[in-house]
């Protein structure tokens, strides 16, 4: 069974893998038109995404879009200083990090990008945290499901004496359960 931090970052591998190879099939194969520069920016948009969801996937989606936004915009704005035009004629790769020269219209198509990527990952992880609820944990959290199985089976353990049948304070209630994840800093 693969490590929690490796199953977090495989599909953010396998999408950026994948969203690279489509930016360099747009950029090599497609004529240079608006349609396909703002698919390439909105490729290049997606790729600094799922970087930040691959070197931190537990972030929350808000703070992975912001990374993602600032790091697109410094970029966007780098190019203002003409250096990234002159490293791409010596070294053309550098063009496909770096861009050539600024366009403003870039920045929308980053942060469109960005904000639709950073709904549909706060969604899913919103599905897959309620969609796990008998499967374990999500994200290190404990889940209703564990706790409702550990409360049934300390049944008569740490209950009150009043006799009224509910669990003592701090008895197997969601907060005092043990976070599963031994190493909450494997994924750093």
């Known amino acids: 069974m693969l490590a929690p931090a490796v199953r977090r970052r495989m599909p953010a591998a396998v999408l950026l893998a994948a969203v690279?190879?489509?930016?360099?099939?747009?950029?090599?194969?497609?004529?240079?038109?608006?349609?396909?520069?703002i698919a390439g920016d909105a490729l290049y948009a997606a790729a600094a995404y799922l970087a930040v969801v691959l070197i931190a996937p537990r972030?929350?989606?808000?703070?992975?879009?912001?990374?993602?936004a600032a790091w697109c915009a410094a970029?966007?704005?780098?190019?203002?200083?003409?250096?990234?035009?002159?490293?791409?004629?010596?070294?053309?790769?550098?063009?496909?990090?770096?861009?050539?020269?600024?366009?403003?219209?870039?920045?929308v198509a980053y942060i469109v990008t960005?904000?639709?990527l950073t709904a549909v990952h706060g969604l899913a992880r919103v599905a897959a945290s309620t969609g796990s609820s008998d499967h374990g944990t999500h994200g290190g959290a404990q889940t209703v499901g564990m706790a409702r199985r550990r409360a049934r089976r300390g049944a008569g353990r740490g209950r009150d004496r009043s006799g009224a049948g509910e669990p003592a304070a701090g008895a197997g209630g969601i907060h005092s359960l043990p976070d599963p994840d031994p190493d909450p800093d494997a994924d750093r």
């Open 114 to 116: 960005i904000a639709v």
């Open 20 to 37: 690279v190879a489509v930016g360099l099939a747009v950029h090599a194969a497609l004529p240079d038109t608006a349609a396909t520069d």
């Open 59 to 68: 972030l929350p989606a808000p703070a992975v879009g912001g990374i993602a």
């Open 75 to 107: 970029v966007e704005l780098f190019q203002l200083t003409g250096l990234p035009l002159e490293w791409g004629a010596r070294l053309p790769p550098v063009m496909l990090v770096l861009g050539t020269v600024f366009d403003a219209r870039d920045l």
